[in-house]
């Protein structure tokens, strides 16, 4: 896999990276029926009407009430923010919508496994930073690492750039988890 | 309380029981159970089209003229893909439909088996919502739940995929009880406080002004009362677009004509130059819109819609209130009763005088011949014959013609008027005529067309035909797919490209052909005659009225302009040529 230099900050939830004038980053949290193509519809959505995704995860949550939560990282001028959220509110299978970004506090994480091949001094300083990040040596050769990492996504992004000179060979990302702060639920 | 039924007579039974009495369809293999049920009642009336396409428009007429929601059935693969049109042009003009597609069966799913298509795939864009269903013991609640989202909130297509086994396996039925999707409740009344501040807005407002849609037609004849209740107590003008033409009456003395790209010269102007705009289930679409920098500068807007999604989606509401019209209307003229009826009537009255001088202007006027028959004479014509005649129903095919019908033909109830608004599809007038005639049998039903648009779909002649649905076709012909040429001369340096229509067929011989009454007429002097000749008839007719073939719509907005820079009949041919500048021409 060949990572350029600087990759990570097309990943556009990077949080350094700037947004075209007027636009905004929002998380949005969607709880959606667990049936078959609610994915499809959530993405043909955005796709269809132009929107932008970040980052997507999706998994069931409830399996006895079949929920799924979709977690959307997005980009746009508030106008745009607000459709999307009509927009998605109002698809039949989606149960609710929440802007995790504009409603008050929320923790945003992400797990990602960064892959390592290197050896003599970078392999020594690559762990120095693992431990320094509170990474996890999940896999392990004489001459590679994978690390298990999570955090806000801006963490993961500075992991992966520090790691980029020390023999970087593949990242894997899960894309953000969101909740609120707080007693409340969804 | 249910019952063991084999799939096919379940989706029969779920039809009746939800009072369905006409369906529009064409068979094939993947539905063949189900038109073997069909067969074995009398309950349901099927009326067999000559294309998918036409099932759909048919579909959408019948709707549209009735309020209840349109039924399609046809096969997998090629029948699924030939409804997809008819889908997207009702979830863009909010029409409810049900369409039901026949699949291959389970097992055989993904296997690219014969006439398989991914139907749910191709129309999930073009849907409010569609099912797949596996197991048939899930069809009963998945047929009702379709009628509800397709009727519930803001109106739309819904279809329902049914695999061949699904059709043939046994499965429990359950009745309509209250079946709907968990997630879907879409708010009919609004808040108390929203539509407070409305009222506010409109007490104080010195040029206030009614723009109203298809939401109000979609929300029953109901909201129809209301809005001319609520007119008469304020006094405002009131405009309409395209899709809300009949909700106010035409008659009305509060009625400017409709608005938008080709609307009224007054209601244009209004529309700019209002204060207080109250916004009822329209959608601020681009045809109404125009320049958005330009568009109603110096107005509070007021906006009504049951879709959370149509608010602020173009242009920012400073009122936004989501319900259903009826509803809300309701609310709104009680709470503006109970704070005395209060509206500014000095500078409503003020307002007037300078409405009347926009409406002075005549905008609708043209030059007449003695020659040849004008499009907008022929339409006048035609108008004053069917008012002659009584009720009326109107559809339309999509061009110059279409516009003309809206701009000369007055419509005074709602769920009159049938044409293809937001996706504009060439061919939707003949289907729509015959759902429209199906569900009144013994009204006057003209479908007013363009020579190319016709042939899009003119087969359905010959459903006409077989079911004895005597539709007026009442073709403007031109020769020219006008529309297209109008745009040509304004956009394109006057270079017709590929918009003659050439070697049209000999429309009264066609119409012997299909069995339906043809009629020509190419003199001003003998239209009265011909029209009346045709609205007589007691079967279909194809009426080619041959009119002036470069006659220009107007009024017309150029695209990227704004509301009070308009083109009218008597532009001159600098004007016409300076109309669109090239930042403009980019837009549709
Ligand atoms: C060649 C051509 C030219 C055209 N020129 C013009 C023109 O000059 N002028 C013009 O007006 N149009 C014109 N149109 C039509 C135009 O493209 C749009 O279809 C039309 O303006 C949309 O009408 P509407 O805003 O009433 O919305 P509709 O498409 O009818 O939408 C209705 C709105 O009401 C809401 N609604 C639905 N049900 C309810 C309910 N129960 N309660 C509350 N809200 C509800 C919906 O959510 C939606 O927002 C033209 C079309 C063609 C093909
Ligand atoms: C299915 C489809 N294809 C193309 C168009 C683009 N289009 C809009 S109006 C028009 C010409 C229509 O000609 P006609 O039916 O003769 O009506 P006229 O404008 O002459 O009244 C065309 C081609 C369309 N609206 N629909």
């Known amino acids: 896999m060949d990572l350029k230099r600087g990759s990570s900050s097309h990943s556009a939830y990077h949080l350094r990276s700037n947004l075209p004038e007027g636009e905004e980053r929002r998380t949005l949290s969607v709880l959606v029926d667990n049936e078959a193509g609610v994915l499809a519809r959530v993405i043909g959505l955005f796709s269809g009407r132009g929107y932008n995704i970040e980052s997507l995860t999706v998994t069931e949550t409830d399996h006895t009430g079949h929920l799924s939560r979709i977690t959307v990282v997005t980009t746009g001028t508030p106008m745009v923010l607000e459709q999307i959220k009509a927009q998605l509110d109002r698809m039949i299978p989606i149960h609710r919508v929440r802007d995790l970004t504009s409603e008050g506090p929320s923790v945003q994480r992400e797990l990602a496994l960064v892959k390592v091949a290197n050896t003599g001094e970078h392999r020594v300083e690559s762990l120095r930073l693992k431990d320094a990040f509170r990474a996890q040596v999940v896999d392990a050769t004489l001459e590679s690492f994978v690390f298990e990492l999570t955090g806000a996504p801006d963490k993961i992004d500075a992991f992966v750039d520090l790691m980029r000179p020390l023999g970087l060979v593949d990242v894997s990302r899960t894309g953000v988890a969101a909740i609120s702060r707080g007693p409340e639920g969804m | ?588």
């Open chain 2, 1 to 588: 309380m249910s019952d063991t039924m084999t799939g096919a007579e379940i989706v029969i039974k779920a039809l009746i029981d939800q009072g369905v009495e006409v369906v529009f369809g064409y068979p094939g293999g993947a539905v063949l159970p189900i038109y073997d049920e069909l067969f074995k009642q009398n309950s349901i009336k099927h009326v067999l089209v000559r294309h998918e396409q036409g099932a759909t428009h048919a579909a959408e007429g019948y709707a549209r003229s009735t309020g209840k929601p349109g039924v399609v059935l046809v096969t997998s693969g090629p029948g699924a893909t030939n409804a997809v049109t008819g889908l997207q042009d009702a979830l863009m003009d909010s029409i409810p439909m049900i369409c039901l597609t026949g699949q291959v069966p389970t097992f055989m799913i993904g296997n690219d088996a014969f006439q398989e298509a991914d139907t749910i795939g191709i129309t999930r864009p073009c849907t409010k919502h569609n099912w797949l269903v596996k197991d048939t013991d899930e069809l009963a609640e998945t047929m009702h739940e379709a009628f509800f989202v397709a009727t519930h909130g803001r109106p739309g297509p819904v279809l329902v995929d049914i695999p061949k086994d699904v059709q043939f396996a046994d499965g429990n039925y359950t009745p309509p009880r209250n079946v709907k999707p968990r997630a879907y409740n879409p708010r009919v009344k609004a808040e108390a406080s929203s539509i407070q501040a409305a009222v506010e807005l409109m007490e104080a407002a010195k040029k206030p002004l009614f723009y109203t849609g298809g939401g109000v037609i979609n929300s029953g004849p109901q909201a129809s009362q209301l809005l001319r209740d609520l007119v008469d107590a304020t006094g405002f003008p009131v405009t309409s677009t395209l899709m809300g033409l009949g909700a106010y009456p035409a008659s009305g003395d509060k009625w400017l004509g409709m608005l938008g790209m080709h609307g009224s010269y007054e209601a244009n102007w209004a529309m700019h130059d209002c204060d207080v705009m109250i916004c009822v289930g329209a959608r601020f679409d681009d045809r109404i819109t125009g320049r958005l920098d330009a568009f109603a500068p110096n107005s509070k807007k007021i906006h009504i819609d049951i879709d959370p999604s149509s608010i602020n989606k173009n242009v920012r509401a400073d009122v936004p209130i989501v319900g259903d019209v009826a509803h809300v209307l309701e609310d709104m003229i009680r709470i503006f009763r109970s704070r005395g009826a209060k509206t500014d009537q000095a500078g409503v009255a003020d307002w007037w005088k300078i409405i009347a001088e926009w409406q002075a202007k005549k905008c609708f006027n043209f030059k007449n011949s003695d020659t040849l028959i004008k499009p907008q004479y022929a339409v006048q014509r035609l108008a004053a014959a069917m008012q002659n005649h009584g009720d009326y129903y109107v559809t339309t095919e999509v061009g110059q013609h279409q516009m003309w019908a809206a701009q000369y033909i007055p419509f005074n109830a709602p769920n009159r008027w049938m044409t293809s608004g937001g996706l504009g599809t060439m061919g939707y007038g003949v289907p729509a005529a015959v759902g429209v005639q199906m569900a009144h049998p013994d009204s006057l039903v003209v479908d007013v067309a363009g020579e190319a648009s016709f042939l899009m779909t003119m087969q359905e002649m010959s459903t006409a035909v077989q079911y004895r649905l005597p539709i007026k076709i009442f073709i403007l012909n031109n020769e020219r797919l006008g529309m297209v040429r109008q745009w040509q001369e304004l956009l394109h340096g006057e270079r017709y490209s590929s918009s003659y229509s050439e070697a049209l067929p000999d429309f009264v011989k066609l119409a012997e052909a299909f069995g339906c009454v043809g009629l020509r007429c190419d003199k001003p002097g003998d239209l009265d005659g011909a029209i009346d000749e045709m609205i007589k008839v007691d079967q279909p007719v194809i009426f080619d009225c041959l009119v002036e073939k470069h006659e220009n719509c107007f009024p017309m907005i150029p695209s990227g302009k704004a509301h009070n820079d308009m083109l009218l009949g008597d532009a001159d041919e600098e004007e016409i040529s300076n109309a669109i500048k090239s930042d403009g021409a980019v837009m549709v």
